[in-house]
């Protein structure tokens, strides 16, 4: 069955570092997002995007946050300048169309700010 | 009023029960809903999708919305140790809606005892 991949499983960064996280959503999808969940707290969403740009972000998507799809296939998630209240579960999520709204999720990257 | 309200729990229940998980949102423009189980550390998995109002059933799973309550419900039949992990309704009123973005409640933690 086709899924979202996120690499890597884990990452580990001091604060004031750059990161980004990995993701390949399903092949045939359209829309994808990225959701982040902090230990203990509800999956919270960070932005959408399609057709190569985004479509709506949050308010927790701030100008330290920027999402991208270098190729036909990786949609990555930078942080620019991480913080300590970084640290999260982020999960990248993909939908085949809006018609049926069926969000399929990655396992997720558990990033550690430190 | 938060957008989304889910009982956190835990709710524990003996094996073979009935389970029955609930929501409540305020957003009229909702239209499609979901549930997704989610184990530890793992990304959130998609069990149910409904649109609109109306009752939907998959195995032991029965989706319920009740567009006219803001009410929805999902029951377990026959509960199994494997079902313990924590379920999130999510919730969104599709691309061209005022509520496009999919939010979640924050989970109800479920405990199936042997």
């Known amino acids: 069955e086709p899924e979202v991949t996120q690499t890597p499983s884990h990452q580990v960064t001091q604060m004031g570092q750059e990161v980004i996280l990995r993701c390949v959503p399903i092949?045939?999808?359209?829309?994808f997002y990225w959701y982040r969940q902090i230990l203990g707290q509800k999956v919270e969403f960070l932005v959408s995007?399609?057709?190569?740009?985004?479509?709506?972000k949050s308010e927790i998507f701030d100008d330290q946050f920027s999402v991208e799809r270098p190729d036909g296939s990786n949609f990555t998630l930078k942080i620019r300048s991480t913080k300590l209240e970084d640290s999260a579960m982020y999960f990248c999520?993909?939908?085949?169309?809006?018609?049926?709204?069926?969000?399929?999720f990655g396992s997720g990257t558990q990033l550690s700010v430190l | 009023q938060k957008e989304v309200e889910q009982d956190p729990g835990p709710l524990s229940v003996p094996e073979g029960a009935i389970v029955s998980l609930n929501c409540t949102y305020s957003n009229s423009a909702f239209q499609y809903f979901m549930w997704y189980r989610q184990y530890s550390r793992k990304g959130p998995e998609l069990l149910m999708y409904?649109?609109?109002?109306g009752n939907k059933e998959d195995g032991r799973f029965t989706a319920q919305v009740d567009k006219s309550s803001k009410y929805i419900s999902l029951f377990i039949r026959d509960s199994q140790p494997s079902d313990s992990a924590t379920y999130l309704c999510a919730m969104s009123g599709g691309w061209y809606s005022s509520a496009s973005k999919i939010i979640f409640g924050s989970g109800t933690r479920l405990s199936i005892r042997p």
């Open positions: 409904t649109y609109s109002s």
């Open positions: 999520a993909s939908i085949r169309d809006r018609v049926e709204e069926k969000l399929f």
């Open positions: 995007f399609y057709n190569n740009e985004i479509s709506e």
């Open positions: 092949s045939n999808h359209l829309y």
